[in-house]
């Protein structure tokens, strides 16, 4: 059944999707168990559950996708989408949120999430103000550190890690399909951005994945923020490259060396070539753990 969305301006989204021609982008669907998919576009990636209560959808993206992502979940399920679930408050990942409230979706999220799109927020970073969301766009629903909802004859289990790349960030487990995601305390393949005018921090990143790799078992599929379908393994090699850098950079910090000097050294010489080609360089990555351990 289909949707007719509002297409609505990026206003709320991340400052580098502003020159991105949305026209461009296909939406992409992977299956990952029995009625769980996984769809990649632009910005982070979004898992949908497929059942008798409706479409369940983890975080929304862009808003100008909306309707080719409403179009793709069309392909899987001919019911609206019932209820949306944010890891964190990133345009990139709730862009999508007024749209699909717009047409019924019950939006779930941390209590931080709902208090970050509720007023404007400077993110230092980029250099942007995100204005506040509208009310249709924000969490109806929150929790402070877990809860659990059921849909499509299934349990699943929203998990608060906390300062991690933001302060609002929840990890989804679908435990009967054995599913997690992740959301952006997990950049597969690549150095994560860390937001830390948000509450978020390396040390939180970190802790994350020992939560994820607890949570998930040998034959987890995982759904990261950004990059493609993973495992457990590829989770533990990305957790040893943040514990590696993070340490290096804390013996140079510890040693009086100045953030100049500790990018001239490349703390991250081992992971560099294979995880600072994303969008976050080895130099913006130790920009970014230089100051989460300074900042106290």
């Known amino acids: 059944m289909k949707k007719v969305f509002l297409?609505?301006?990026?206003?709320a989204c991340l400052s580098i999707s502003y020159s991105q021609n949305f026209d461009?982008?296909?939406?992409?669907?992977?299956r990952v168990s029995?009625?769980?998919?996984?769809?990649?576009?632009?910005?982070?990636?979004?898992?949908?559950?497929?059942?008798?209560?409706?479409?369940?959808?983890?975080d929304s993206q862009y808003a100008p996708l909306s309707k080719k992502i409403r179009n793709a979940i069309d392909e899987l399920s001919e019911k609206p989408v019932h209820i949306l679930v944010n890891t964190h408050w990133h345009g990139d990942h709730v862009g999508g949120n007024e749209n699909f409230g717009n047409t019924g979706a019950m939006i779930f999220a941390h209590d931080n999430v709902r208090k970050r799109m509720s007023k404007s927020q400077l993110m230092r970073a980029f250099s942007r103000e995100i204005p506040a969301s509208p009310e249709i766009a924000r969490p109806v629903v929150t929790f402070s550190d877990e809860m659990s909802i059921k849909?499509?004859?299934?349990?699943l289990m929203l998990i608060h890690v906390d300062s991690a790349h933001t302060d609002g960030d929840a990890l989804i487990y679908f435990p009967e399909s054995d599913v997690?995601?992740?959301?952006?305390?997990?950049?597969?393949?690549?150095?994560?951005?860390?937001?830390?005018?948000?509450?978020?921090?390396?040390?939180?990143?970190?802790?994350?994945?020992?939560?994820?790799?607890?949570?998930?078992?040998?034959?987890?599929?995982?759904?990261?923020?950004?990059?493609?379908?993973s495992n457990r393994n590829e989770l533990k090699q990305y957790q040893d490259v943040l514990k590696n850098f993070r340490q290096s950079v804390k013996e140079l910090i510890d040693q009086g060396k100045s953030l100049e000097e500790i990018k001239l050294l490349r703390p991250g010489k081992n992971s560099d070539a294979e995880y600072g080609t994303g969008f976050i360089s080895p130099e913006r990555f130790v920009e970014i753990v230089f100051e989460s351990l300074t900042a106290n």
């Open 7 to 11: 297409i609505l301006g990026a206003m």
């Open 34 to 58: 029995d009625h769980i998919y996984m769809l990649e576009g632009s910005g982070g990636n979004i898992a949908v559950s497929i059942g008798e209560d409706g479409p369940l959808m983890v």
């Open 151 to 155: 849909c499509n004859g299934e349990y």
């Open 24 to 30: 461009d982008v296909i939406i992409q669907t992977t």
């Open 180 to 229: 997690l995601h992740m959301g952006d305390t997990y950049f597969n393949g690549r150095y994560p951005f860390i937001d830390l005018s948000s509450g978020g921090s390396i040390d939180g990143v970190i802790s994350a994945t020992e939560k994820a790799l607890f949570v998930a078992g040998e034959n987890t599929k995982i759904i990261p923020g950004h990059g493609a379908l």
